[in-house]
């Protein structure tokens, strides 16, 4: 019979190693996964990565996109937009429009998403009613939008005129033009806001509400201390995605205001791309602005994750 | 390793940064060329079917195909209005599969001509026993680059005012004349105006809407010009002088400049309208009351020439460009383009179609339609090239006249920069490549 010398009580030696790694994937599992992982990665080398870094190239050559021929130019198109008069405008335009954009979208689909989370009657036709939009072309929506923001003929301009109220020129005024382009894109954005936090809040642990009403918390204590930050992961997530998708806005800009008025009034560094390329035919002016951009989005994505991994 | 749903979160982020990008990029291309290109037989017709022509275009296109059933034309939508044909032109000379035909337009044709993007077509003219001389002499020469030719008139317009009868006979004024000059205009707003309850009297489209185009003829009338030859003249003292003019219509009301001024003016919201002759048939169907055509004022040249043309893909065989000059002869011979013009309000582009019987009497019937023709001969000239030839002229130009009449700026200040911007795009894109 032996005796343990050892307590029961007391770990043995090695129990206090950490695990060990698993040594390595047999040769099955490598050449399942790369026949998983392969095809999408030739995807996105081909059509994503393949188009960026020809972007990039191109953004150092002046090309005339009618032209088979393009010149080396360095960074002559860098330097050209960072010195350009219109620069700053479009900037502006374009955080203004994505910033209202994201923060719009979000808070309006949060409270929509509150509102059917609640057992209402209808409330399956309202939900599909709030998403419907965000399914619809923007290209449709900026053709609807034009008799809703006419400023003749327009239901804004009649429903202000039954208040005696006058009605803006909503595509003479760069200001209220901006304001006519950004709220078309809310209402078409909200939906998805609405879908991503509503599948949130019925994710939700009942339980901690109920605690609160039985604590008797308010239902806005309730929604800041209990709810919100339950959906902070979901809220990440949407202020990624809105930000990119706004950041990329262009059918209902073309549709409703072609970047006007006085020139600039609506374009946004997406819808300057396009103005660049296509109507000035310069390529690789275009391709330099649509380089910048993309830093601009990757820094400001890194960032958000920066901060969410700080919160976390 | 295992995903967490922030590294989730990081790479989807970082990934769709890329993928945005990759997508605005996509357009770009290499900018390879397509020499030779060979087709599948059919003539591929890249339209966007100007004046809402598409059944016309197809009744023309049967015909032909009925004729000639070995080279069929496609009529393929190639957006929906010149600036997307365009584009959809320039993604297909980035590598993709060229048309035979397409509607190039006043403000498109030079730069695919001077890159090399459509094919001179004088020699196929001779090898397709086209006659170039029957097609009105002016509209024919308006693509002529370096001594050759790079389309054929097609849908050609040129400006009109639009007169409302009533309003004009309330106002003591036959609307069957318009007014002679810019200052008789502004002599009669006044009363125009109050026979319309104090509404503006033209309605003109704004600076997205080719106001670059309608000005034209006003800054000729001044003696001005956006440019002579190569040289911007917005800073012309004539230049400046008409700018003023219109700035000073427009805060005085008698001229709305509008992003829908077709419909201002069919709806009743102006006496007068400013429009190209293409929007002929479709106000006459829309208008509320009636309405008489005139010439836009003097003294003469009053209005500039305008529309599109049809231009062929350099980069395809011969074969399928001589097939292509073939159906373009085709499709804007005498009848076609008498029975493409009725349908549309256009001019007829080739000479002797105006003496067709069928023609005499329609214009007879339709003197609206005559209007047209008759400016076309006393009162136009071409355009100047700081808005056809400089590309992105016609746009940069709107958009300073909308800062102008809109935006209430200062004309001077803005015809300054437009000047500067205008001759360094002519210097360092254009010149260059015509010296060569």
């Known amino acids: 019979m032996s005796i343990s010398t050892r307590s029961p009580s007391v770990p043995a030696d090695d129990d206090l190693e950490p695990p060990k790694r698993r040594q390595a994937y047999s040769a099955r599992e490598v050449a399942l996964a790369s026949a998983l992982i392969l095809p999408n990665l030739v995807l996105l080398i081909v059509f994503t990565y393949r188009p960026l870094l020809d972007n990039i190239r191109l953004s150092f050559f002046d090309w005339n996109i009618s032209s088979p021929r393009a010149t080396f130019i360095g960074l002559g198109n860098y330097v050209e937009w960072f010195a350009a008069r219109s620069t700053g405008t479009i900037v502006l335009n374009t955080v203004v429009f994505t910033a209202v954009s994201v923060i719009g979208s979000m808070a309006l689909g949060l409270a929509l998403a509150m509102l059917l989370d609640q057992k209402l009657v209808g409330r399956g036709a309202v939900r599909s009613m709030v998403f419907a939009p965000y399914v619809i072309s923007g290209a449709a929506i900026g053709v609807a939008f034009q008799f809703v923001f006419d400023p003749t003929f327009g239901l804004v301009q009649d429903l202000l005129g039954r208040v005696g109220v006058d009605t803006p020129n909503f595509y003479q005024r760069p200001g209220w033009a901006l304001f006519m382009v950004t709220v078309t894109y809310i209402w078409k954005n909200v939906g998805y806001a609405f879908v991503i936090y509503l599948a949130a809040l019925q994710g939700r642990r009942a339980e901690l509400d109920e605690a609160a009403e039985i604590d008797g918390t308010g239902p806005v204590r309730t929604f800041l201390r209990v709810t919100l930050p339950q959906l902070r992961p979901t809220t990440f997530f949407l202020s990624v995605t809105v930000l990119l998708n706004s950041f990329q806005v262009f059918d209902i800009i073309n549709v409703m205001t072609k970047g006007g008025p006085l020139g600039t009034g609506t374009t946004t560094m997406v819808y300057q791309v396009y103005q660049e390329t296509f109507v000035n035919a310069r390529a690789g002016y275009g391709a330099t602005v649509a380089t910048i951009m993309f830093i601009v989005v990757l820094i400001i994505t890194l960032l958000q994750v920066r901060i969410q991994d700080r919160q976390d | ?436």
């Open chain 2, 1 to 436: 390793m295992s995903l967490s749903r922030r590294s989730f979160l990081t790479w989807a982020g970082a990934t769709a940064s890329v993928a945005a990008l990759g997508g605005l990029s996509a357009c770009a291309g290499t900018g390879g060329s397509a020499a030779g290109q060979e087709g599948d037989g059919t003539i591929k017709f890249w339209s966007n079917h100007p004046a809402k022509s598409k059944d016309v275009e197809q009744k023309i296109i049967d015909a032909w195909n009925a004729a000639n059933p070995k080279t069929p034309v496609q009529l393929i939508d190639g957006g929906a209005n010149y600036e997307e044909l365009a584009q959809k032109f320039n993604a297909a000379l980035t590598g993709g599969q060229l048309p035979d035909v397409i509607v190039a337009s006043d403000v498109n044709w030079f730069n695919f001509a001077l890159n090399g993007a459509t094919a001179p077509l004088d020699d196929l003219w001779t090898k397709a026993g086209v006659k170039p001389d029957t097609y009105v002499d002016t509209l024919r020469e308006d693509y002529k680059l370096n001594g050759k030719h790079f389309a054929m008139p097609y849908a050609r317009s040129t400006n009109l005012m639009y007169l409302d009868n009533a309003i004009f006979e309330k106002a003591g004024l036959d609307p069957k004349v318009g007014p002679a000059t810019w200052q008789q205009f502004a002599e009669w707003a006044p009363s125009i105006r109050k026979a319309n309850g104090g509404k503006p009297v033209l309605a003109i489209p704004d600076g997205s809407n080719y106001l670059d185009w309608y000005f034209q003829g006003m800054i000729w009338t001044f003696g001005g010009h956006y440019s002579r030859d190569w040289t911007a003249t917005f800073t012309d003292p004539k230049s400046i002088e008409a700018g003023k003019f219109l700035q000073d219509q427009v805060k005085q009301g008698n001229i709305a400049v509008s992003n829908d001024a077709v419909n201002q003016f069919a709806t009743g919201g102006a006496s007068a309208l400013l429009e190209s002759t293409g929007s002929l048939t479709g106000l006459t169907a829309s208008a509320k009351t009636p309405f008489t055509t005139a010439y836009l004022p003097g003294p003469k040249p009053g209005a500039a020439t305008g529309g599109a043309g049809l231009s062929v893909p350099a980069g395809i065989s011969e074969d399928r460009k001589l097939n292509a000059v073939k159906f373009i002869d085709f499709l804007t011979n005498t009848q076609n383009t008498i029975t493409f013009t009725q349908a549309t309000g256009y001019m007829p582009v080739r000479k002797d179609a105006e003496a067709d019987p069928a023609e005499k009497m329609y214009l007879e019937q339709h003197p609206n339609a005559t209007t047209a023709i008759r400016q076309l001969n006393e009162n136009t000239q071409p355009q100047d090239a700081a808005r056809v030839f400089v590309q992105g002229g016609g746009k940069r130009i709107g958009a300073a006249l909308d800062r102008i009449t809109i935006g209430g700026e200062d004309v001077a200040t803005v015809f300054a920069q437009l000047q500067d911007e205008t001759q360094k795009i002519i210097d360092r894109d254009i010149k260059p490549k015509l010296s060569n």
